[in-house]
């Protein structure tokens, strides 16, 4: 049977009833800037923590116009360990009294669809 293969893709849910945002701001890793946030939870052994939690991007909401299959919501990918321009983009999806969203990540499409070379070839 084949590995069930996850790569750039995820969903996300409502927070469990013992998660609490509690603090926001800025930390600096490496010589990047990334904004956090310090979220207050429990371990199943009902152990307090705080975890922390760093943005990956930001997500707009698009206008789907005639086409269903668009995301509901798209935007850019704040990732340090890639060089690559990425996107990120989430659907809304319902599964019995459950809302969530998909979630997919890729390279930036070059709507343009000609890429410009710096080399000329004469």
Same mark, same amino acid.
Request: negative net charge; without cysteine.
């Given at each position: ?20 945002? =509690? ?5 600096? /890793? ?5 904004? =956090? ?12 923590? =705080?975890?922390?939690? #760093?943005?990956?991007?930001? /997500? ?8 269903? #299959?668009?995301p509901d ?14 996107? =990120? ?6 599964k019995g ?5 998909? /979630?997919?990540?890729?390279?930036? #499409? ?5 890429? /410009? ?6």
């Amino acid at each position: 049977m084949a590995e069930y293969d996850n790569t750039n893709s995820g969903a996300v849910f409502k927070p469990f009833e013992t998660m609490k945002m =509690i603090l926001q701001g800025k930390v600096n /890793l490496e010589g990047n800037e990334r904004k =956090i946030v310090l979220v207050a939870d429990k371990t199943k052994s009902d152990k307090k923590i =705080i975890e922390v939690y #760093q943005k990956v991007g930001v /997500l707009f909401e698009e206008d789907k116009g005639d086409n269903e #299959q668009r995301p509901d919501y798209s935007g850019p990918v704040e990732d340090y360990a890639t060089d690559k321009d990425m996107r =990120i983009a989430a659907w809304k999806r319902v599964k019995g009294d459950n809302k969530y969203m998909s /979630l997919s990540i890729s390279e930036k #499409q070059n709507k343009g669809g000609n890429k /410009l070379d710096d080399e000329i070839p004469f």
